[in-house]
T-cell receptor
């Protein structure tokens, strides 16, 4: 049973460029959340997708956008990259059914470096 | 979501129990306590969660005080592979979709020989 997969593993971009990160959820999961983790900090919630719609959003600017596809996979797009966007980007998947708490399963992350 | 307070770091000898405390004095009645850990250069890993009662699974035990204002994660026989940052998170269990996880800075557990 494949877990959460993310691509690419590492990425180097220049300020002002745009980047797209990809995530495939764990088999059977339909909800995808994205987190940003700066060096030495805990992950910070960016947004969550369920049924191809953004359901929750953290305190991130509109430069951060996303998409969820019918097969539940997801993309995170960041426009006009800043040096401060350098971080580990984590994708987490879960099951979005009614009732009760749902643990989230994380992928290994994509390390983005902006120069 | 309620805030949590954890010690910055802890040490534990291999084979001994590791007891990681967490304070969540402002927890609401419908908020659960979750524990995740993050081994260096990996994504966070779910460990355990609970609402009121103590919980145990193959990885750990979770002890929640009667007033729910604090909890302790117990790794019964710590190994070197348990060296990681441990995050205590309190959040509401939403219906329909899982609510976001709000991570603090966690406790860095170092297991030594």
């Amino acid at each position: 049973d494949a877990g959460v997969t993310q691509s690419p593993t590492h990425l180097i971009k220049t300020r002002g460029q745009q980047v797209t990160l990809r995530c495939s959820p764990k088999s059977g999961h339909d909800t995808v959340s994205w987190y940003q983790q700066a060096l030495g900090q805990g992950p910070q919630f960016i947004f969550q997708y369920y049924e191809e719609e953004e359901r929750q959003r953290g305190n991130f600017p509109d430069r951060f956008s996303g998409h969820q596809f019918p097969n539940y996979s997801s993309e995170l797009n960041v426009n006009a990259l800043l040096l401060g966007d350098s971080a580990l980007y984590l994708c987490a998947s879960s099951v979005g059914v009614a009732g009760g708490p749902h643990e989230q399963y994380f992928g290994p992350g994509t390390r983005l470096t902006v120069t | 979501d309620a805030k949590t307070t954890q010690p910055t770091s802890m040490d534990c000898a291999e084979g001994r129990a590791a007891n990681l405390p967490c304070n969540h004095s402002t927890i609401s009645g419908n908020e659960y306590v979750y524990w995740y850990r993050q081994i260096h250069s990996q994504g966070p890993q779910y460990i355990i969660h609970g609402l009121k009662n103590n919980e145990t699974n193959e990885m750990a035990s979770l002890i929640i005080t009667e007033d729910r204002k604090s909890s302790t994660l117990i790794l019964p026989h710590a190994t070197l592979r348990d060296t990681a940052v441990y995050y205590c998170i309190v959040r509401v269990g939403h219906t329909g979709t899982a609510s976001k996880l709000t991570f603090g800075t966690g406790t860095r557990l170092q297991v030594t020989l």
